[in-house]
T-cell receptor
């Protein structure tokens, strides 16, 4: 069964460093998302992406964050200058349709900022 | 902002028993979805119920939706040890794409 994959599974970085989290969505999906879950808290929406454009973003997704689909398979989340409060589990998701449909999640990347 | 809240926050039952988790939300929705998360893992989609549906079944799962009370319940029948996980409800507003998650219920099935 097709699945969303994410790399790395765990990333440790120092405050102020740039990190890139990578995702490979399900191959025939066209709609992509990033969510994050700070330890012990709710899963929070960050951004949605379609047709090489951001279609929706949350207040969390400020200028420090960016997303990109550099080729036909990868979808990346970049944090330019990490802060301690960016430590969280980051989940990528994809969907074959936009709007109120099922989203398929990857296993997540645990980001630890020290 | 819309929030889904699950109840209870934690539930521990014996294998074979039924588990019921509840979710409440605050705004008008297009649909409500339930996800499972095993410890330290990703979210697995379980079931989606649309705002014009009242009940839906999938295997051992039964979901109800009461839009007048803005609440939903997830029933897992004949629970198994492998059902041990956190369960989240998530809603999507009309015209929106993003999922809004609740805090989750931590379910433990004791053998």
């Amino acid at each position: 069964e097709p699945e969303v994959t994410q790399t790395p599974s765990h990333q440790v970085t120092q405050m102020g460093q740039e990190v890139i989290l990578r995702c490979v969505p399900i191959s025939n999906h066209l709609y992509f998302y990033w969510y994050r879950q700070i330890l012990g808290q709710k899963v929070e929406f960050l951004v949605s992406f379609y047709n090489n454009e951001i279609s929706e973003k949350s207040e969390i997704f400020d200028d420090q964050f960016s997303v990109e689909r550099p080729d036909g398979s990868n979808f990346t989340l970049k944090i330019r200058s990490t802060k301690l409060e960016d430590s969280a589990m980051y989940f990528c998701a994809s969907s074959d349709r936009t709007g109120p449909y099922e989203q398929y999640f990857g296993p997540g990347t645990r980001l630890t900022v020290t | 902002s819309q929030q889904g809240e699950e109840d209870p926050q934690a539930l521990s039952i014996q294998e074979g028993e039924n588990a019921t988790m509840n979710c409440s939300y605050k705004t008008s929705i297009n649909n409500l979805q339930w996800y499972r998360q095993n410890s330290g893992r990703g979210l697995v989609h379980l079931i989606l119920i649309r705002s014009n549906e009242r009940e839906k079944h999938s295997g051992r799962l039964r979901v109800t939706l009461d839009t007048s009370k803005k609440s939903s319940s997830l029933l897992i029948t004949a629970s198994r040890a492998a059902d041990t996980a956190s369960y989240f409800c998530a809603t999507i507003n009309q015209g929106a794409q993003k999922l809004v998650f609740g805090q989750g219920t931590r379910l433990t099935i004791n053998p």
